[in-house]
């Protein structure tokens, strides 16, 4: 059974930083490209960043330069650093992992055919 567990969230003033962590069982990890998404207040789902199976990343324009997402085989958990935080960063942070026939390949991350945790709530405020 694939399980994600995210963890790390918290309250941070703006300017501030978090470091989150998604741990991750049931699959072949190293295989699989993971995704961090989010869901701001009032908004939808929108992806935030991407590691490929190779360690290729990727970020969404309003984190870039930010944020900074890396992975550990190993310990079959992937991060989410986030600096200078915002107010526009608050949120409920997803990591996501694909159905298993999509090793070492792209998907879509907002799609429900996916496997998401449950979140960790990122809160920046004064």
């Known amino acids: 059974e694939v399980q994600l567990v995210e963890s790390g969230g918290g309250w941070v003033q703006p300017r501030g930083s978090l470091r989150l962590s998604c741990t991750t069982s049931?699959?072949?990890?190293?295989?699989?490209?993971m995704y961090w998404v989010r869901q701001r207040p009032g908004k939808g789902l929108e992806w935030v960043s991407k590691?490929?199976?190779?360690?290729?990343?990727a970020y969404a324009d309003s984190v870039k330069g930010r944020f900074t997402i890396s992975r550990d085989n190993v310990q079959k958990t992937v991060y989410l650093q986030m600096n200078s935080l915002e107010f526009e960063d608050t949120g409920v942070y997803y990591c996501?992992?694909?159905?298993?026939?999509?090793?070492?390949?792209?998907?879509?991350?907002?799609?429900?055919?996916?496997?998401r945790g449950r979140g960790t709530q990122v809160t920046v405020s004064s």
């Open positions: 996501v992992s694909p159905r298993l026939s999509y090793a070492n390949r792209d998907y879509d991350p907002l799609s429900s055919n996916v496997f």
């Open positions: 049931g699959f072949s990890f190293s295989n699989y490209w």
């Open positions: 590691i490929t199976s190779g360690r290729t990343t």
